[in-house]
């Protein structure tokens, strides 16, 4: 695997970690947990891809995580303004939610 492909996995891999982030008090064990348990992935992505710890490879995984991170905040926040039931800490049970609430509101006749 190249930069990019890992890039990508790493981002994919912390939007639901930055959902879950969004629903936490911050610093608080959960608020802590979603931020850092991507974090082994992330090692284990870099030994196994055999990018190595080269220097040029920091500032893209990171700046991945961060905007992964950062996407599952904004999406938490677009469904906790457009899901009128109760929001959960799972973007994947809010997205068919989401789904739930779109198509109901779009097939009416």
């Not at 870099?46 to 904004?74: D, H, K, Y």
């Not at 677009?78 to 959960?88: A, G, H, N, Q, V």
Request: with cysteine; charged share 15%.
């Amino acid at each position: 695997m190249n930069l990019l492909d890992v890039a990508i996995i790493v981002f994919v891999l912390n939007v639901p970690f930055g959902y879950w982030r969004a629903n936490t008090e911050r610093f608080s064990r959960q608020w802590f947990l979603a931020v850092h348990l991507p974090v082994p992935v992330i090692i284990a992505l870099r030994i196994f891809s055999g990018l190595g710890w080269r220097f040029i490879t920091f500032p893209v995984l990171i700046g991945a995580f961060f905007l992964g991170q950062l996407l599952g905040g904004i999406l938490y926040l677009y469904f906790e303004k457009y899901i009128k039931d109760r929001i959960t800490s799972c973007v994947f049970m809010d997205l068919v939610k989401f789904t739930n609430t779109f198509m109901s509101k779009n097939n009416r006749i």
